[in-house]
């Protein structure tokens, strides 16, 4: 299942996507390894899933521009074909959309969208594909699943339609799975099935996992690591329990106090608002709303840096001088700690 | 629970057929002339009159006369046309009636196999050279008047380059190559209505199809751009261009009028329009009741493909 | 007034149907003006004769002069179109208020009643009216409303029954406001909007009708100027003087087709859903 590599599944090195004059996603770096599940954190407008959507492969030239490097398991997908990608697509990467009332098509039954990958993909015939489906449904706890085959998405309850949408991205085996908020669209009492499913299916599979999510609670049960993205920037990255736990970028802060508890105090939120496209300060894009920001912070881009098991990017943790290394010009990945697999 | 919803539909449908019957008899009722006296012509007499007004029943109460009418029209007795002499529902049901479906059919096919890929390509290439092309030609195609059209036709392509016959008409059943010949030119003209309707309508559905989330879903499984826009996009689009063919089926019979009577097609259309000029009511009133039921009929036919393309629609 | 201004000004393509139809109401309004003959004068001696100093657009088979016709004909055109449309938006704004509004049997039975009407396409009507009525331009009018009321009646109806509904209707009614004032500052405002834009494409219409019915012989009556009538009589001169269905040929389709333009960007400023003509 890894095509016999080690080293980290996915790699994304100073990979940036233009749309025009913006730079939507700004030399992003991360990795992720086998196995692991990642959640990219962020609020709306982040670039979450505009980074997922980049991953697929659905947002390529010409409408956007792209730059950097994005390696998934040995292949660089910056600049790769379509017909190769086409390849890749529901087959080594699955994608779980939002909202999947929407994202199943409405004239064909839920049996007809499950099969076309496994029919396109691993060459099965009808008869074949329909008992692989069927075998899919009931794994994602679709009850009655042969006669479901044959039913309509509208069919179907919301969170019906998410298990079968998950079913249909995991059809073929991906070795990484990506699911763009995946239970926002649904009840509170389902969130909690739908993200268990999703994680079993993941964990049970030895696949990989990125989770694009707004809700620090929800990425701290269910991810291994944790990318936090603001305005198109990694801000901070590494193992959750240090990215969550023990947050050290400004934002990263920021968005922990914002978080509601039972035996918190007041709420304490954060001030102003992600810049527009147009007014994107040059340095770190979280310097307008930042109350510990120097001058140095809205010229100067701060790299990566290693820092007490996390890798965060901040001129004030590169200036402090117990910061365990020099800010260096290539960016150092998350390094995984003892006991990697453990959420 | 669909069983119950169509046989409601019908219902209403006969209701409105039988107004409608009501109406097209009060028509005639109401048209200027008198009919006894037109089949009298020179043999006139009081008692000559009073005897045929008795025996054509226009003596009786008005209610009793349209039941009888009534009667009589769904038999298949539409009376006697005074100009041919000839029975009405002959006339109107077996030779002009199908003389408008083939052409109305020709140039249904017609307009699909030329609108819908050109609305596909101008919705491909939306904003590019291709799109303002189709655009273009299609408001132009379905605002030009028709009659006016057939003649611009009949004299490029009749007369100066005389590539089809400009008189004469040849039922395709008779001899079919000969017949679709005579039908090409007129069959051409009320097609171009039609196809920049259906060009726009494919062009703007498409547009909005791919826009929705599960085109982005379903490219996500590693389907090809073929599969994604053949089969998924156009089955979605399917239903507001049936929705638009069944709005705009007035419009084609219009057209059709146009057409047969700029070309002599000897269709529906022309029959009424002669039927007025030579005031042969009942001739009106027949082909009125014929074009009525057709509509009827078809709106139903469509309403009920409407619901079987949309699955959401069916189950409730 | 101002915001519907607005929103049309930003569609391209109507702006220049609306280029279009102005240029044709200015001939319509100024036809006497333009006019060098009177439309209806014959001189027979220089009939059928090609485009000239003296007659920019040829003359026909009557002597009469093709462009004086054609002007005349844009009068006639935009008349009928108007006004046929204006009765039969009466009409509907009638039977649709009523119904709307009564409810109940009432609303039943004038939709029944509508459906029956809305069986027939729309030129079957016309020319049954026609039959009925007899020719000529005031009996085109009427025909032509009749087999209008319908749609509009429809739309009338279910605009009514839309805004009816709507909390700001309850609240005035709770507050007492007479029933009159309701339907005349609340109601008709909110319905009338949809409803111009559905009038101004039905104004194409008409004008292709009445133009089609004068050409099968069974519009006006002749020698009234209509482009219809002018295209049938110029028909069997087609090969030795073109210019006769020629010229009013074309100031109908460019009039027809500068009115669908603006329709189509009447009805994407107001309406975009709504995919029909």
């Known amino acids: 299942m890894l095509n016999g590599q080690s080293g980290p599944l996915l790699s994304l090195q100073d990979f940036t996507l233009r749309r025009g004059p913006h730079a939507v996603l700004d030399a992003v770096t991360l990795t992720l390894d086998p196995g692991r599940t990642l959640g990219l954190l962020g609020e709306s407008g982040a670039g979450k899933s505009t980074l997922a959507m980049a991953l697929i492969g659905l947002l390529r030239p010409p409408e956007v521009e792209l730059f950097g490097s994005m390696v998934f398991a040995g292949t660089e997908l910056v600049g790769l074909p379509e017909a190769q990608y086409r390849a890749l697509r529901g087959n080594r990467i699955g994608l779980v959309f939002q909202d999947a009332t929407a994202s199943l098509d409405p004239c064909f039954t839920v049996g007809q969208q499950i099969c076309e990958p496994l029919k396109r993909h691993l060459g099965l015939g009808s008869r074949e594909a329909a008992a692989r489906a069927i075998e899919l449904l009931t794994q994602v706890g679709i009850p009655d699943a042969r006669s479901r085959l044959n039913a309509y998405p509208h069919q179907l309850s919301g969170g019906m339609q998410q298990r079968v949408m998950i079913s249909i991205a995991l059809a073929c085996n991906p070795q990484l799975l990506i699911a763009d908020e995946p239970t926002s669209a649904l009840d509170v009492t389902i969130q909690a099935q739908i993200m268990e499913l999703i994680l079993l299916q993941v964990r049970a599979s030895g696949s990989s996992a990125i989770f694009v999510l707004h809700d620090l609670a929800l990425a701290a049960q269910v991810c291994d690591d944790i990318a936090v993205l603001y305005a198109g920037q990694v801000v901070e990255a590494g193992p959750a329990t240090a990215v969550l736990g023990t947050p050290k970028h400004p934002y990263t802060i920021g968005l922990r106090s914002c978080v509601v508890e039972l035996d918190s105090e007041l709420l304490k939120p954060l001030v102003g608002s992600v810049p527009s496209l147009n007014e994107m300060p040059d340095g770190c894009h979280f310097c307008t709303r930042c109350p510990h920001a120097i001058p140095r912070c809205f010229k100067e881009r701060p790299p990566l840096i290693a820092y007490q098991g996390r890798a965060v990017a901040c001129w004030l943790i590169a200036d402090l001088p117990t910061s365990a290394a020099v800010p260096t010009p290539a960016p150092i990945s998350a390094p995984t700690p003892v006991g990697a697999g453990a959420p | 629970m669909l069983m119950n919803a169509a046989l409601i539909k019908l219902l209403q449908t006969l209701l409105v057929l039988l107004i409608v019957s009501v109406v097209a008899f009060f028509f005639l009722k109401m048209a200027p002339g008198d009919p006894v006296m037109l089949l009298l012509g020179s043999e006139y007499s009081p008692q000559a009159y009073a005897r045929l007004m008795h025996e054509l029943g226009l003596d009786q109460p008005v209610t009793l006369q349209y039941l009888h009418w009534l009667g009589r029209f769904v038999q298949g007795d539409w009376g006697i046309s005074y100009v041919t002499r000839d029975n009405i529902f002959k006339q109107a049901v077996l030779q002009a009636l199908p003389v408008t479906l083939s052409l109305a059919t020709l140039s249904l096919l017609m307009a699909l196999t030329l609108g819908i890929p050109a609305g596909l390509l101008a919705a491909l290439f939306r904003g590019r050279w291709v799109d303002g092309l189709v655009s273009s030609l299609s408001v132009l195609g379905s605002a030009f008047p028709s009659f006016y059209l057939g003649i611009i036709l009949i004299w490029v392509f009749g007369v100066e380059l005389g590539w089809f016959p400009t008189m004469g008409f040849v039922r395709p059943w008779d001899d079919f190559w000969d017949g679709l010949y005579h039908l090409a030119l007129p069959a051409i003209t009320l097609a171009v209505y039609y196809t920049g309707l259906i060009a726009i309508t494919t062009r703007s559905s498409l547009i909005e199809v791919l826009n929705q989330p599960f085109i982005a879903a379903v490219r996500a499984r590693g389907e090809p751009m073929v599969r994604v826009v053949g089969v998924h996009a156009m089955r979605n689009v399917m239903m507001p261009l049936v929705t638009v063919i069944g709005l705009q089926l007035g419009g084609l019979l219009r057209g059709a009028v146009m057409t047969e009577v700029v070309f002599a097609v000897p269709g529906l259309g022309q029959m009424i329009t002669t039927a007025v000029l030579s005031r042969e009511y009942g001739v009106v009133q027949a082909g009125v009741m014929l074009t009525a039921l057709f509509f009827v009929m078809v709106n139903l036919v469509v309403d009920q493909t409407y619901r079987f393309l949309d699955p959401r629609l069916r189950a409730r | ?277």
């Open chain 3, 1 to 277: 007034m101002k915001s519907f201004w607005k929103a049309v000004s930003h569609q391209r393509n109507a702006m220049f149907g609306l280029a279009i139809v102005g240029v044709f109401i200015l001939m319509a309004v100024f036809a006497p003006v333009l006019a060098p003959y009177n439309p209806t004068e014959q001189n027979l001696e220089f009939a059928l004769q090609g485009p000239s100093a003296e007659h920019w657009l040829g003359t026909d088979s009557f002597g009469q002069d093709v462009y004086s016709r054609m002007l005349y004909g844009a009068r006639l055109a935009l008349g009928i179109g108007f006004a046929s449309v204006a009765l039969g938006l009466l009409g509907g704004l009638i039977i649709g208020l009523s119904a709307g509004l009564l409810g109940g049997r009432v609303e039943w039975a004038l939709m029944r009643l509508v459906d029956a009407i809305l069986a027939f396409p729309e030129i079957i009507l016309a020319i049954a009216f026609v039959a009925v009525l007899g020719m000529g331009t005031d009996k085109v009018v009427y025909a032509l409303a009749i087999s209008f009321v319908g749609p509009f009646a429809r739309i009338v109806r279910s605009d009514v029954l839309q805004v009816k509904a709507r909390p700001f209707i309850e609240a005035a009614r709770l507050m007492g406001v007479s029933p009159f004032r309701i339907i005349v500052r609340h109601l008709l405002p909110n319905v009338l909007s949809s409803l111009m834009v559905q009038a101004g494409i039905r104004i194409s219409t008409a004008i292709l009708l009445e133009s089609g019915l004068s050409f099968f012989g069974i519009g006006v009556v002749p020698p009234t100027p209509d482009w219809g009538l002018i295209i049938a009589e110029g028909r069997g001169f087609i090969t030795m003087a073109p210019w006769i269905s020629g010229f009013p040929g074309v100031a109908l389709a460019l009039l027809l087709i500068g009115l669908t333009l603006l329709g189509d960007g009447l009805r994407d400023a107001f309406d975009p859903r709504s995919g029909g003509h």
